[in-house]
């Protein structure tokens, strides 16, 4: 069974130290997340990576949860999973943000520890389409509308009268 993740870690320390966290935390715990969900069972698996090596001061890694959210076509409630990559050079002053390579994004160190939950949510948060919706039509409505396409297509075919003009 996979450990659970702390709420809060000093990165600091953790990425002097190389660490590797890996483990779960209850969606419950996230907050801004929790009031977009239709419901906040389940947890969310994290493996994060504290770096020293690399010329900087990193935490890499990803997060995935399968989150219950509302399909925008038919208001039902629907399981959908999502990942976030994480991937940040950790700062103790804005005056090293030039230090960093591009494709890593600043994170500013505040105080002794730092909110593992904020930065997981918030890789959840951006990771949620701007629209959700069942891969399968799941509206009355989207199953008559596809009918009576597949319908109109028959009539409209311009092949369709040699079909009954076909002597078998």
């Given at each position: 069974?996979?450990?659970?993740?702390?709420?809060?870690?000093?990165?600091?320390?953790?990425?002097?130290?190389?660490?590797?966290?890996?483990?779960?935390?209850p969606l419950v715990k996230?907050?801004?997340?929790?009031?977009?969900?239709?419901?906040?069972?389940?947890?969310?698996?994290?493996?994060?990576?504290?770096?020293?090596?690399?010329?900087?001061?990193?935490?890499?890694?990803?997060?995935?949860?399968?989150?219950?959210?509302?399909?925008?076509?038919?208001?039902?409630?629907?399981?959908?999973?999502?990942?976030?990559?994480?991937?940040?050079?950790?700062?103790?002053?804005?005056?090293?943000?030039?230090?960093?390579?591009?494709?890593?994004?600043?994170?500013?160190?505040?105080?002794?520890?730092?909110?593992?939950?904020e930065i997981l949510e918030d890789e959840?948060?951006?990771?949620?389409?701007?629209?959700?919706?069942?891969?399968?039509?799941?509206?009355?409505?989207?199953?008559?509308?596809?009918?009576?396409?597949?319908?109109?297509?028959?009539?409209?075919?311009?092949?369709?009268?040699?079909?009954?003009?076909?002597?078998?």
């Amino acid at each position: 069974m996979p450990k659970q993740l702390p709420e809060t870690t000093n990165f600091l320390k953790q990425a002097e130290r190389n660490v590797t966290l890996e483990g779960t935390m209850p969606l419950v715990k996230l907050e801004r997340l929790s009031e977009i969900l239709c419901g906040n069972e389940g947890e969310l698996f994290a493996k994060l990576h504290f770096t020293s090596d690399t010329g900087y001061l990193g935490l890499h890694g990803r997060v995935e949860a399968s989150l219950e959210l509302d399909c925008q076509r038919c208001m039902q409630p629907m399981e959908h999973k999502v990942s976030g990559q994480i991937n940040f050079g950790l700062m103790t002053s804005e005056k090293y943000e030039d230090k960093l390579p591009p494709d890593v994004d600043p994170y500013l160190l505040e105080g002794d520890e730092q909110s593992l939950v904020e930065i997981l949510e918030d890789e959840l948060l951006l990771s949620i389409p701007i629209a959700a919706v069942h891969q399968k039509e799941c509206s009355e409505f989207l199953l008559r509308q596809n009918e009576e396409r597949r319908v109109e297509k028959e009539k409209s075919n311009p092949f369709a009268v040699l079909k009954d003009l076909k002597i078998d």
